[in-house]
C-alpha cells in the first residue's frame, strides 16, 4: 500500500491485514502445505485463455459475484455450482470467484463448489497480500491467483509472483494505469488485466485499455476489465487486438449467465 492507494482499497486492504491474522492462528501455512499435496490437479488457466484466442474465440472469464461495495446486493438468487455449468456451456474459457467475504460477500466454498461443476480453470479473486493467501488459494483448488498492483509494493508483488509460480499457480496481474502498468512489466507476466475501473471515483471507462495498450508488449495477453456490457464494447476492444475479457456484473444480473455471455460474446 502506498500514500496514492484509494480509501475503499486502504479499507478492505486493512481488513484483510485482520483477516489473514484470524485464519492462520486457525489454520497454519504448514498446515496449508499438506493440504496442497492432495490438491485437485492443475487446470492451466493461461493456457485455456491462449486456445480460445488461437481459435480467433473471444476468450472470457466469467466471473460469479454476488456483491460489490460500489453497486451492494448484484444477485439474489445465487447458485455458484448452476453458475459455474452455465458459464462452461455459454462458452468460457475460465471462471472467477470472489472469495472476500466482508465487502464482495464471496467465500471459498463457492470457488470449491464452481470448480466442482465444470472442467474450466478457476481464479480466486480476492486481495492478496500475504503468502498465506498463495497457499490458501491453492489448498482451495484455485488455478490462478489474482495480484493487484495498487495493493502491493514491489518486493511484495515480486515474492508472491514468485510463491505461485512454485505452486503451479497461473498470476493474472492486474493495473489501472500506466503507473502500475510499468510495474506490473518488471514481472513479465504472461497475463495483464486492466481495469477499467477508477477506484476513486468507481466510473468505468474503456479507454483506460486502450490508452495503455501500446507500451504492452506482444507476446503478454491483455484482459480487459470491468466496463463490458453490450457487444459495441467488445468489438471496440478486438478491433485493438484486445481478446480477453474479465466479465462478471453484466452476466450476474441475468437470469441465466451462460445464455448471456454467449449472446454477448459468440
Sequence with gaps: MNDNTPDILKRILQTKSEEIAARSAQCSIQQLQKKIETRSPIRPFVEAIK???????????????RASPSKGLIRENFNPS????????????????????????????????????????????????????????SAMDADCILLIVSALSDDKMQALYKLAQQLHLDVLIEVHDQQELQRALRLNPALIGINNRNLRTFETSLQTTLD??????????????????QKSDIQLMRNHQVNAFLVGEAFMRANNPGEELNSLFF
Excluded at 51 to 65: G, R
Excluded at 214 to 222: L, N, T, Y
Design 212 to 229: 495503455l495498450l501500446e507500451q504492452i508488449p506482444p507476446q503478454m495477453i491483455v484482459v480487459t476489465e470491468s466496463g463490458i456490457h
Design 82 to 137: 448452476e453458475i459455474a455449468a452455465s458459464y462452461q456451456q455459454g462458452g468460457a474459457a475460465c471462471i472467477s470467484v470472489l472469495t472476500d467475504e466482508q465487502y464482495f460477500q464471496g467465500s471459498e466454498q463457492y470457488l470449491r463448489e464452481a470448480r466442482a461443476a465444470c472442467t474450466l480453470p478457476i481464479i480466486r479473486k480476492d486481495f492478496i497480500i500475504e503468502p498465506y493467501q498463495v497457499y490458501e488459494a
Design 51 to 65: 486456445n480460445k484466442i488461437s481459435q480467433k474465440q473471444a476468450a472470457v472469464i466469467a466471473e460469479i459475484k
